[in-house]
């Protein structure tokens, strides 16, 4: 069970992953939040949005650590890892 949604997760790091590189980066649309920082940030300094992603969530990811569920953490912190390397992956392979 517990592999199962680790695996769900994975894959769902990769998808948003596509999605941000596939539709949201070349239409210059900015979502909400952290990612649409990133975005907004990769517009004007071309340094990849899955560099930025880390560099904000890793600070949240730490304060949440103390505050909130373990286990919420590492799932979020899975996704965090899994999509901002494939963003920066896309990114670099021009995919």
């Known amino acids: 069970m517990i592999i199962n949604n680790y695996c769900i997760v994975i894959f769902c ?3 948003s992953a596509f999605a941000m590189h596939v539709f949201v980066l ?3 649309f900015a979502p909400s939040g952290v990612e649409g920082i990133a975005t907004m940030l990769q ?3 071309d340094i990849s949005a899955g560099y930025w992603s880390l560099l904000f969530n890793i600070p949240l990811l730490m304060f949440a650590w103390f ?3 373990k286990k919420y953490v590492i799932y979020t ?3 965090t890892l899994i999509s ?3 963003m920066i992956i896309c990114e670099s392979l021009k995919v």
């Open 84 to 86: 901002s390397l494939a």
């Open 67 to 69: 505050k909130l569920n």
């Open 77 to 79: 912190l899975l996704f």
């Open 13 to 15: 790091g990769f998808l």
């Open 26 to 28: 070349p239409a210059s």
């Open 43 to 45: 517009q004007t300094t």
